[in-house]
């Protein structure tokens, strides 16, 4: 059973920052891929970014420059620095992790909120 949990979510005025974290516990070993995803109201969920364990990083145009992500693999960590934020960063985001037997999961989501 893996479980990947997030935190660091809220609500923040545009031009500010935010910093999201994520957790993984269970019976895993190591992940190959870790990274962040979002969805708006009314949208699909998109990649925001990812990172590979050798530290490979894909981004969405839409945040490259702004957003940064990180991941710890010894913890199992990964986490999201978000700066000048946009209110079309208003989304839930949720982590998703990928294993080395390319099996995916998924955190619950936390909000992030970013007002005009």
């Known amino acids: 059973q893996v479980q990947l949990v997030e935190s660091g979510g809220g609500l923040v005025q545009a031009g500010g920052s935010l910093r999201l974290s994520c957790a993984a516990s269970?019976?895993?070993?190591?992940?190959?891929?870790m990274g962040w995803y979002r969805q708006a109201p009314g949208k699909q969920r998109e990649l925001v970014a990812e990172?590979?364990?050798?530290?490979?990083?894909n981004y969405a145009d839409s945040v490259k420059g702004r957003f940064t992500i990180s991941r710890d693999n010894a913890k199992n960590t990964v986490a999201l620095q978000m700066n000048n934020l946009k209110p079309e960063d208003t989304a839930v985001y949720y982590c998703?992790?990928?294993?080395?037997?390319?099996?995916?999961?998924w955190g619950q989501g936390t909000q992030v909120t970013v007002s005009s």
């Open positions: 998703n992790a990928v294993s080395v037997r390319e099996i995916g999961y």
């Open positions: 269970g019976s895993i070993f190591s992940f190959s891929v």
């Open positions: 990172m590979g364990r050798g530290g490979r990083t």
